[in-house]
């Protein structure tokens, strides 16, 4: 089913992919395009819902309450407990990071972890923000609201950012000064929820939670915090959450920034592959996508191969590929942050330390596993990658708006993405960057929301 969003909907595509050279640049796009009137809006049907335990009752609370990340003594000293029970592996001599996270630098890490890592400084450095939830289909969703400081002839409008695996709410953490403050009269109200299965949202008590669920999951909440228009961003699964929120609701939806698509299917991207490398101007290519897409297998085939695994086994079996580490907090923290090293520079596998610390703080990586390891997530979390995986995706209501499945491995060059949105307004790429944006690179991403955002103001 085809979408058409109303004449004032402006989705942006904003694209942190790896190139490959003599120096590793992870570089990225924006795609801007402008869905012009139609003589008739269609959209994807909203659904309903209940995801709650047991029965769906009569009538549900929709009041939104203050909520505060706690933590204890007791919880730390399990923790540590578990830590100094942990059992390595020698890594195979000069392996980096090629055969997964390397146990001699993650012994450097649990050190830093067990002695000198600090979760209660961290839990206060959560509850800097508003946290709240309320309860939506059964499920107590979290999230917290950052209202901009007031100040004198500012326009405020309202913006949800939506996390992915493995990552969550406080991603968003280094990026929300920068979008709550006014630039040019501009400032923006910000929403982070936490996908249910994720970190403080309760996890979903029955199958079939997907994609599909949290955007409208997602909606209800704006509806209930008062938003008729809203703006929007995703990475990971947040970017097919958010596509899906902008289907079934283009009147609320203004615009709609993501990073991450994967390419179309079809005889145009057969071509490309066909006679791009020879003479990509006859396919609408440009020179950088020829240097990013070719060779064609090797950059966007085995690459993805090689760094899928994890998705394969928990699209199939995520209690199985959750039991081990929900129990183990170095097992978990390995798992976690081996795509902290590997998907924000493919180049970081041949790192002993996996270039964890260039763009990342301990403090903030950890930070993350916590919030996996104390609301004991992770399994709940993998399950989502099953739900939205488990069916032919040919088959969904959304199949031909969405990308099949989050990565930023394949390049979608604009002539590709024309495929599937008309009107493109802008393409540019970015100069650096990984998968997790949000958390790499703040400045860059907030410019960029901004800067799209007054071009659809303008419209």
Same mark, same amino acid.
């Given at each position: 089913m085809s979408i058409c969003l109303n004449d004032y909907s402006v989705i942006a595509i904003h694209f942190y992919l790896h190139i490959e050279k003599k120096k590793t640049v992870a570089a990225g796009g924006l795609l801007a395009y402008l869905v012009h009137k139609r003589r008739q809006i269609k959209s994807i049907p909203l659904g309903e819902g209940w995801w709650g335990a047991g029965d769906k009752p009569l009538s549900e609370d929709d009041k939104i309450y203050p909520f505060q990340v706690q933590t204890s003594d007791q919880e730390i000293e399990d923790l540590h407990e578990r830590i100094d029970k942990t059992r390595y592996t020698?890594?195979?001599?000069?392996?980096?990071?090629?055969?997964?996270?390397?146990?001699?630098?993650?012994?450097?890490?649990?050190?830093?972890?067990?002695?000198?890592?600090?979760?209660?400084?961290?839990?206060?450095?959560?509850?800097?923000?508003?946290?709240?939830?309320?309860?939506?289909e059964g499920l107590d969703v979290h999230f917290i609201h950052v209202r901009p400081p007031h100040r004198e002839g500012q326009r405020v409008l309202p913006l949800m950012l939506v996390h992915g695996w493995p990552g969550s709410f406080y991603e968003f953490y280094r990026i929300l000064p920068l979008l709550t403050e006014t630039q040019d009269g501009l400032a923006f109200e910000v929403i982070c929820p936490s996908i249910p299965g994720y970190g403080f949202s309760e996890a979903p008590h029955k199958q079939g939670f997907d994609s599909l669920a949290a955007a409208r999951v997602f909606l209800t909440l704006m509806e209930r915090l008062g938003f008729s228009q809203f703006y929007l961003q995703g990475g990971d699964w947040g970017s097919l959450i958010t596509t899906n929120m902008a289907q079934m609701k283009p009147q609320s939806v203004k615009g709609l920034h993501v990073n991450m698509m994967m390419s179309s299917r079809g005889l145009? #991207?057969?071509?490309?592959?066909?006679?791009?490398?020879?003479? @990509?101007?006859?396919?609408?290519?440009? !020179?950088?996508?020829?240097? $990013?897409l070719f060779p064609f297998f090797e950059r966007n085939v085995y690459e993805i191969l090689r760094e899928s695994g994890y998705m394969h086994i928990q699209a199939t079996k995520p209690d199985t590929a959750g039991c081990g580490v929900n129990d183990s907090p170095v097992g978990l923290a390995a798992y976690i942050l081996e795509k902290f090293s590997t998907w924000t520079d493919?180049?970081?596998?041949?790192?002993?330390?996996?270039?964890?610390?260039?763009?990342?703080?301990?403090?903030?990586?950890?930070?993350?596993?916590?919030?996996?390891?104390?609301?004991?997530?992770?399994?709940?979390?993998?399950?989502?990658?099953?739900?939205?995986?488990?069916?032919?995706?040919?088959?969904?209501?959304?199949?031909?708006? #969405?990308?099949?499945?989050?990565?930023?491995?394949?390049?979608? @060059?604009?002539?590709?993405?024309?495929? !599937?949105?008309?009107?493109? $307004?802008?393409?540019?790429?970015?100069?650096?960057?990984?998968?997790?944006?949000?958390?790499?690179?703040?400045k860059l991403l907030a410019s960029d929301i901004v800067q799209f955002v007054k071009k659809v103001e303008k419209c």
């Open positions: 020698d890594p195979l001599e000069d392996s980096c990071f090629q055969y997964g996270f390397n146990s001699t630098y993650l012994k450097k890490v649990v050190h830093y972890w067990r002695n000198q890592f600090d979760w209660k400084k961290q839990v206060a450095v959560l509850n800097k923000y508003p946290h709240f939830k309320t309860k939506i145009k #991207v057969l071509l490309s592959l066909l006679i791009g490398p020879y003479l @990509p101007f006859l396919v609408g290519l440009t !020179r950088e996508d020829v240097r $990013r493919l180049k970081n596998k041949d790192l002993v330390d996996g270039g964890l610390e260039r763009k990342f703080s301990l403090d903030d990586l950890l930070t993350n596993v916590m919030i996996y390891w104390t609301t004991g997530s992770i399994v709940s979390s993998m399950r989502f990658y099953k739900e939205n995986l488990k069916t032919n995706i040919d088959n969904r209501v959304d199949s031909r708006c #969405v990308a099949s499945f989050p990565g930023e491995l394949m390049h979608c @060059p604009r002539s590709w993405a024309a495929i !599937r949105y008309r009107n493109i $307004r802008s393409y540019t790429f970015m100069p650096r960057g990984g998968h997790f944006a949000a958390f790499e690179e703040p």
